[in-house]
């Protein structure tokens, strides 16, 4: 017979019994979730160890082939060059020296450089460039051989003198000249966008309708070198020294002329739009620069010592002609609109038929400086001297022949008024100044002296 103390306590028991079952079954448990988490982060960091492993061998491989690739091309590309050199060899020895003498062979060696050249690259195409130089193939006025078309991109040239080199028609871009002697050299035609010919020798050198956007001429030596039909835009002649120099018929927008040294300088139908003269100076008293028929909208002279200079048919709106030397400079047919002579010198400075208005002509010098036929509507003459400074307006400025001069601020501040317009319209840029003119001078000139109000 079980009584109810013993019932009691075995119900007591069994649940205990349960209770450590359970707790058995959970810790089980546990362990088991813990152990396969354990294992999977063993398996996940044995796989990415032999994923990296792998990747890493692969990479080897990758880079061991690449190697191998490089090295095979490059002995293949020297195995092009000195085929190359020896079949010109031969073709010298058989043409007595000159690969030209014989249309054949200047064919044939034509079309070997231009099938080799663009491939090796531009350390073998300099050591190419060399060689053709050095057998006397590339040499300016002894029959060059034609490498018009041919791609040099990139070259170095800088190693060596290259005087009377010819690479006429030739695709130089990027290449560097840096300074080497290029003196008496021929780049006709030739292409040599952001080419580097900073402190070379150029002398004599012609340059005639190639193209040589973003080109590096700093502190280059450029004495009666060609740049007639250029395309020069922003390109770089700071610090350079010109010497009886024609740019004809070039587009040269943007294009840095800081601080330059000027000998007998001629733009004739130049596009200097936005470029920059500042600082630059006339190396000796008995040279000048000359502007014919040449947008200069926006140009940068400010600061430069350039007198004697003649400016002719020219588009000179929104200039910047602060603090200049131009002594006896000679503006005619010109449209000097909102140009700013400020703090500049302009005595004897000559502006005939030409346009002034809205132009700052503030603190300059003025003396024996000519307007015959000229508009000064609304020009700013504030603190000029037209003869000693702290006389300008008690004496007066004797100007004659002006045609307007509408609204001008005298030298004291005062505005002069002049209701006669005789010229209502401006001169745009691409129409002929001079005729324009020519046709504003049938009208009588106003004649007499510009007097304190």
């Not at 002995?75 to 020896?86: A, P």
């Not at 700052?360 to 000229?374: C, R, V």
Request: net charge negative.
């Amino acid at each position: 017979v079980i009584t109810f103390e013993q019932k009691a306590d075995a119900d007591k028991q069994r649940f205990e019994d349960r209770e450590l079952a359970q707790k058995q079954r959970q810790q089980d448990l546990n362990q088991s979730i813990l152990s396969r988490e354990n294992d999977r982060t063993i398996a996940d960091a044995k796989r990415l160890a032999d994923d990296l492993n792998a990747e890493k061998q692969r990479n080897m491989s990758r880079a061991l082939e690449e190697s191998r690739y490089k090295q095979e091309r490059q002995r293949y590309f020297d195995e092009l060059l000195i085929s190359y050199l020896n079949d010109i060899g031969q073709l010298l020895k058989e043409n007595n020296g000159s690969l030209t003498s014989n249309p054949a062979s200047a064919a044939l060696a034509r079309a070997k450089t231009l099938q080799i050249a663009p491939h090796i690259g531009p350390v073998r195409v300099a050591q190419l460039i060399h060689f053709l130089y050095d057998a006397g193939q590339l040499t300016r006025g002894k029959n060059p051989l034609d490498v018009s078309g041919t791609y040099f991109h990139g070259v170095d040239l800088s190693t060596s003198s290259l005087r009377h080199i010819s690479l006429v028609g030739a695709y130089m871009n990027n290449s560097s000249f840096t300074g080497q002697d290029v003196s008496e050299g021929d780049f006709h035609n030739t292409h040599l966008n952001g080419a580097d010919f900073s402190k070379a020798n150029c002398t004599n050198t012609s340059f005639s309708e190639a193209t040589m956007i973003d080109a590096n001429f700093s502190q280059a030596i450029l004495h009666l070198a060609t740049f007639s039909h250029v395309q020069l835009i922003r390109a770089n002649f700071s610090q350079a020294n010109f010497t009886n120099i024609m740019f004809e018929s070039a587009n040269m927008m943007e294009t840095d002329f800081s601080h330059t040294s000027l000998f007998s300088i001629k733009f004739s139908k130049v596009d200097l739009t936005k470029a920059k003269f500042n600082a630059a100076t006339i190396s000796s008293y008995y040279s000048h620069v000359s502007f014919f028929q040449s947008n200069m909208q926006h140009t940068n002279f400010s600061k430069s010592y350039i007198p004697r200079s003649r400016f002719v048919e020219c588009s000179l709106i929104g200039a910047d002609f602060r603090e200049v030397e131009l002594f006896r400079a000679y503006f005619e047919y010109c449209d000097i609109d909102n140009v700013n002579f400020t703090g500049s010198q302009l005595g004897s400075a000559t502006f005939n038929r030409s346009s002034l208005a809205f132009t700052a002509l503030i603190n300059t010098g003025l003396e024996e400086t000519m307007f015959p036929f000229s508009e000064l509507s609304y020009a700013n003459l504030s603190g000029a001297c037209c003869y000693e400074c702290g006389k300008q307006c008690n004496s007066g400025c004797e100007w004659r022949n002006i045609l307007t001069r509408h609204n001008i601020i005298l030298c004291n501040g005062t505005i002069y008024r002049d209701n006669s317009i005789v010229r209502s319209h401006l001169i745009q840029y691409n129409t002929s100044v001079k005729n324009e003119w020519d046709e504003v001078s049938l009208f009588p000139p106003v004649v007499g002296r510009v007097y304190q109000n």
